[in-house]
């Protein structure tokens, strides 16, 4: 592939130009409000799958919102790669911490990207992350070099839980099958630490509600005689961890893997740096479960973290009130082999059992899913490995991110594939965060590195 990085450097400015119109639209799929965006975005992805050489694209419509399907077929006996990323957005909020609106893209440099990036809303997560596929389907196709058949699944719900996609799955096995799944919707280490995401964390969200009495009442009159159900829930919330921050949930720990030393040792070979860590982030320290590394607390080891809490008066001044009611949205990482419906469960009973009866507690859960871990021996694995050794010049590490993409594991249970994780994005990159931006390096790199992954998967599997 002599001419990869010349298409590249030939057509850049349109490449940038054509990401740089899709992230205008807010496809924001968890608020109402911007429905027709998000349907918008469906029809320009749609249309970019049919430039870029699709034999055929369809708007697939589920009850919320579309997915695109589109394929490219070569020969039937060869292998096919599934193409799997979204095309939704978290919401932008804090809208006021951002240095340009989200929705209008800008580049600019920053130090890990002296090259630029584009700061918007889904630069790197993923709309950024999944037109490098785009772009590298239109190079192989323009070019000649696609080796294998491709099928393209773009959905618009990953950021709201997926559960439209897991039903078109489940429903769709023959004309999804697949050799392999490629995905980009994770990270690497650094732009010379080439890695390679070989787990993903499972997920068990959900919301709290805690009820003392019928109405708010004067702080006063009633303070210290009727339980507050915000000091109580806050309370609660505290004891889910003991003082080795271990999460107090009986059963919580049942089923965790637990890695061999060797696993351990070999995890502690990516090269990383407490003291950057901290700096990046500001903070003096870092804190976790007693016995682990930063590295094994964000990705081999499952977590409980309050993503929200509210009740009472947050108004300006000061308002005298016992609010009748507090709530909270509780997000548990979980690893492989727990399971989420049984850790959703074990949350219920156990948050049920230490309210005290001078409140009443209701547990909503959201969504979920299961963790994922991928072997390095399997032939997408390998392939994905040479194609970074080519265009890095150096081996990708393999290493277990702290994120879900819960939907991963129910493509292995569905279409019996195994998924390889080929991100780009960096930590820093900000995903769901104000400025969350995407290096212009790192989107040209996966546009590069992609083809290669084709062309030796093809190969390896002669
Ligand atoms: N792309 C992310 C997940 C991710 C990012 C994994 C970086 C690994 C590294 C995905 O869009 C996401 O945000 N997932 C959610 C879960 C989902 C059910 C809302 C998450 O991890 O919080
Ligand atoms: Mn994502
Ligand atoms: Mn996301």
Redesign the pocket.
């Known amino acids: 592939m002599q001419n990869i990085q010349s298409y590249i450097t030939e057509h850049k400015e349109r490449f940038l130009n054509e990401i740089i119109e899709l992230l205008k639209i807010p496809s924001i799929s968890a608020d109402s409000a911007y429905k027709n965006d998000v349907l918008k975005t469906a029809n320009v992805v749609k249309t970019s799958l049919e430039k870029a050489g699709c034999d055929t694209v369809e708007i697939c419509e589920t009850d919320g919102f579309p997915i695109i399907y589109g394929e490219k077929t070569i020969d039937p006996n060869l292998p096919t790669v599934l193409v799997y990323g979204?095309y939704d957005v978290?919401p932008p909020d804090p809208i006021n911490l951002w240095d340009s609106p989200p929705f209008e893209p800008v580049i600019k440099k920053t130090e890990l990207h002296p090259e630029g990036a584009i700061f918007a809303r889904g630069a790197c997560?993923?709309k950024g992350q999944m037109y490098m596929h785009v772009k590298a389907l239109e190079f192989m196709t323009v070019n000649n070099e696609l080796p294998c058949n491709v099928k393209f699944m773009i959905e618009g719900e990953?950021?709201?839980?997926?559960a439209n996609l897991a039903t078109f799955v489940k429903n769709n096995q023959e004309k999804l099958k697949n050799d392999v799944i490629l995905i980009s919707?994770?990270?690497m280490i650094a732009n010379d630490v080439p890695s390679i995401?070989t787990g993903?964390r499972g997920?068990s969200?959900v919301e709290v509600e805690v009820t003392g009495p019928n109405r708010d009442l004067h702080s006063g009159l009633y303070g210290g005689a009727v339980a507050n159900p915000i000091n109580i829930l806050t309370k609660m919330i505290a004891s889910l961890h003991d003082e080795n921050n271990h999460i107090t949930i009986p059963g919580f720990y049942d089923k965790v893997e637990n890695l061999s030393d060797a696993e351990r040792a070999e995890m502690a070979k990516a090269p990383f740096s407490l003291e950057n860590y901290k700096k990046a982030l500001n903070i003096e320290a870092v804190y976790g479960e007693t016995g682990y590394s930063t590295n094994e607390r964000n990705s081999i080891r499952p977590t409980l973290d309050v993503n929200g809490i509210w009740g009472g008066y947050t108004g300006e001044g000061a308002k005298t009130v016992i609010a009748s009611k507090a709530y909270a949205k509780i997000?548990m990482r979980l690893v492989p082999n727990q399971n989420w419906e049984e850790i959703t469960e074990l949350f219920q009973k156990h948050f049920e059992s230490i309210a005290p009866n001078a409140v009443k507690v209701k547990v909503t859960p959201h969504?979920g899913?299961q963790g994922y871990v991928t072997p390095i021996n399997s032939i997408g694995y390998q392939a994905a490995s040479k194609a970074y050794q080519q265009t890095f010049g150096k081996i990708p590490i393999p290493q277990r991110?702290?994120?879900?993409?819960?939907i991963v594991s129910l493509f292995e249970q569905e279409l019996k594939s195994k998924t390889i994780l080929m991100?780009f994005?960096l930590d820093s990159d900000a995903?769901?965060s104000p400025n969350e931006h995407f290096g212009v390096w790192n989107y040209l790199k996966g546009i590069e590195t992609i083809p290669y992954f084709y062309k030796y998967f093809t190969a390896l599997n002669k």
Do not use: A, K, N, R
Not at 401 to 406: D, F, K, L, Q, V
């Open positions: 979204h978290q997560d993923d990953e950021e709201v839980g997926s919707d994770t990270g995401t993903l997920l969200y997000s969504h899913g991110s702290g994120g879900s993409i819960p991100g994005g995903i769901h």
